[in-house]
């Protein structure tokens, strides 16, 4: 059974520019969680979308969106890149909305610095 | 609020000591409760979790605890090998979603 594909892995992009990472969770789970991971602020929450909806939304500026596609797979998106964003980006998949009691499995992220 | 609390934020043990990792959370709403070991360069994996109707769990020369009344977990590994060196994190869903502890570098020497 195929884990969470997170692509691309590493990116390197300009402040000003958007990004758009994409994320394909495990088989049969319906649930995608997007995570920010920096060393000065850990893991922190961004959204999840379950069934092509956004169900729970962490505190980041509108610049972050995201979306999930019929399939469960999910991207999300960065505007007017800032200095600031760079930083581990996390996709997390599971069976149900809001990872109540099932398990969250990580994929290897992407690696995104903004210059 | 939304806070896990994690101590320590590092910790250094010999090989074939037991190193224990300790969470604190705030939603007595809390019913589970996942660790991760994050490795350099990959994402977080899971290694273990509790619900709130158990007090203990054991998988292998892994244990988690729970006090719910304290809101209180740990990690306890035992047996402690090199390739146990890594981050640790806990989380809880109180909030519906994974809120994540702040994270124990754990070192383990031969």
């Known amino acids: 059974k195929a884990g969470v594909t997170q692509t691309p892995r590493y990116l390197i992009k300009t402040r000003g520019q958007q990004v758009t990472l994409s994320c394909s969770p495990i088989s049969g789970h319906r649930s995608v969680s997007w995570y920010q991971q920096t060393p000065g602020q850990g893991l922190q929450f961004l959204f999840e979308y379950f069934s092509e909806t956004q169900r729970n939304k962490g505190n980041f500026p509108g610049r972050f969106s995201g979306r999930q596609f019929s399939n469960s797979r999910s991207e999300m998106n960065v505007s007017t890149l800032e200095l600031g964003d760079s930083a581990l980006y996390l996709c997390?998949?599971?069976?149900?909305?809001?990872?109540?009691?099932?398990?969250?499995?990580f994929g290897q992220g992407t690696r995104l610095t903004v210059v | 609020g939304e806070n896990v609390e994690q101590h320590p934020s590092t910790l250094s043990v010999q090989e074939g000591d037991s190193a224990v990792i300790k969470c604190t959370y705030s939603?007595?709403?809390?019913?589970?409760f996942p660790w991760y070991k994050q490795e350099l360069g990959k994402g977080p994996q899971l290694i273990i979790d509790?619900?709130?109707?158990?007090g203990e769990k054991k998988d292998q020369r892994i244990a988690v605890t729970l006090n719910k009344t304290a809101k209180h977990f740990s990690l306890h590994i035992t047996e402690t090998q090199p390739e146990d060196s890594a981050v640790y994190f806990c989380a809880d869903t109180g909030f519906q979603k994974l809120v994540f502890g702040t994270g124990t570098r754990l070192l383990v020497s031969p």
């Open positions: 509790i619900r709130s109707n158990v």
């Open positions: 997390a998949s599971s069976l149900v909305f809001g990872n109540l009691g099932t398990e969250a499995f």
């Open positions: 939603d007595s709403a809390s019913n589970y």
